[in-house]
C-alpha cells in the first residue's frame, strides 16, 4: 500500500459528530508526520490538522480547534480525526497525506504526498 486510504465520511447534522479514519503506507510509521486536510467544491485544499510522529504534537487549523482532535496509531499504520460540533463550513472531502517530519514546516498542504482518495463529509438539517 503506497497510498492512504480514507473511510468514515457521511452525512450529519450541524452538531453531530464523526471519527475519520486513514489507513497509512506503512513507511509513515517511522520519521513521518501525517496530516488531515479536506478540500471544499470551488475551494482550495487547506490542512485540518496535522501530527509529527516523534513527540505527538498536533497542529490545527484554527476553525477546528476545540472540536477536531487527531491521534495515530503507528502500530497499526492508523491516523484518526474525531469531529465534534460539526459546522455548515466543515462539508469537504478530507484526505490523508504525508511527508517526512525532518521536512515538516506546518499544516499547509504544500509538498504533501501519497494523497488518497479522500471520503467525503457533509454537514446538513
Known amino acids: 500500500q503506497e497510498q492512504f486510504v480514507e473511510s468514515g465520511g457521511g452525512l450529519v447534522q450541524p452538531g453531530g459528530s464523526l471519527r475519520l479514519s486513514c489507513a497509512a503506507p506503512?513507511?509513515?510509521?517511522?520519521?513521518?508526520?501525517i496530516g488531515w486536510f479536506r478540500q471544499a467544491p470551488g475551494k482550495e485544499r487547506e490542512g485540518v490538522s496535522c501530527?509529527?510522529?516523534?513527540?505527538?504534537?498536533?497542529d490545527y487549523v484554527d476553525s477546528t480547534k476545540g472540536r477536531f482532535t487527531m491521534s495515530r496509531d503507528n502500530a497499526k499504520n492508523m491516523a484518526f480525526l474525531q469531529m465534534n460540533n460539526l459546522k455548515p463550513e466543515d462539508p469537504a472531502t478530507y484526505s490523508c497525506?504525508?511527508?517526512?517530519?525532518?521536512?515538516?514546516?506546518?499544516?499547509?498542504?504544500?509538498?504533501?504526498?501519497?494523497w488518497g482518495q479522500g471520503t467525503q463529509v457533509t454537514v446538513s438539517s
Open positions: 497525506a504525508t511527508r517526512p517530519t525532518a521536512d515538516y514546516n506546518g499544516c499547509s498542504p504544500v509538498h504533501w504526498g501519497y
Open positions: 506503512e513507511f509513515t510509521s517511522g520519521f513521518f508526520a
Open positions: 501530527m509529527r510522529s516523534q513527540d505527538g504534537s498536533v
